[in-house]
């Protein structure tokens, strides 16, 4: 079990521009999610998928942003024209959904920075 | 909707002396699961402790432990003998059973002096 682990872990980038991150779970981890955490907020839920299948998108969530995860394995999130307000830390978790008893592991984050 | 508040934004305390983490939460189901989590510096978010609400008894995990009140809809962590090491933003979150998302509080940021 080496951890939830995402790449990058800093991006700084232009106001336009497209960005992505990445995520890879835990191992045999069938859930994974996507949080976004801004300075001075705990984070927000924005989007999970069960294995390969999105589930369900926050109305944080706008058109600009789309997430994948191809296999059921590792996920990407996307961002498009990226603006000055989706500056945060984009925070990744998976568990195995085997039980209401489903505890969520966090990865290190991905620190965005549109300039 | 699940609401989480945590009314302290920052906190600080001697090594070894007790802290309470002040939590508390609102929500319509009756079955649901309240957590705390520890965000160190520069580092991930790691569980520290969980509590289901069906459960009357109050979760303990070595020096942290809960006082779940849930009539009052409160949910304090405990830490006995803090350490350097426990210097953390701590964040209280909710999940309804049978959900998926956490609902977080905005977090205590606890400071351990030697």
């Known amino acids: 079990d080496t951890g939830v682990s995402q790449d990058p872990r800093h991006k700084i980038t232009k106001r336009g521009q497209n960005v992505t991150f990445r995520c890879d779970p835990i191992s045999e981890h069938n859930r994974l999610y996507w949080y976004r955490q801004t300075l001075g907020q705990g984070p927000e839920f924005l989007t999970y998928?069960?294995?390969?299948?999105?589930?369900?998108k926050s109305r944080l969530l706008s058109d600009r942003f789309s997430a994948e995860r191809p296999k059921g394995s590792f996920s990407t999130l996307e961002i498009q024209r990226t603006e000055q307000g989706d500056s945060a830390m984009y925070l990744c978790?998976?568990?195995?959904?085997?039980?209401?008893?489903?505890?969520?592991?966090f990865g290190p984050g991905t620190r965005l920075l549109v300039l | 909707a699940q609401t989480v508040t945590q009314s302290q934004p920052e906190m600080s305390v001697q090594e070894a002396e007790t802290v309470t983490l002040s939590c508390t939460y609102d929500t319509s189901e009756n079955n649901y699961y309240l957590f705390w989590y520890k965000q160190p510096p520069s580092r991930q978010m790691i569980l520290v402790i969980r509590q289901e609400a069906y459960k009357q008894q109050n979760a303990t995990e070595n020096r942290f432990s809960v006082n779940f009140q849930k009539a009052a809809k409160s949910f304090s962590l405990k830490i006995s003998d803090s350490q350097l090491g426990d210097t953390a933003m701590y964040f209280c979150?909710?999940?309804?059973?049978?959900?998926?998302?956490?609902?977080f509080g905005k977090g205590t940021l606890l400071t351990v002096n030697p």
């Open positions: 978790a998976s568990s195995l959904w085997d039980s209401l008893r489903e505890t969520q592991y």
């Open positions: 998928f069960q294995n390969e299948a999105q589930l369900e």
């Open positions: 979150a909710s999940r309804v059973g049978g959900n998926y998302k956490l609902t």
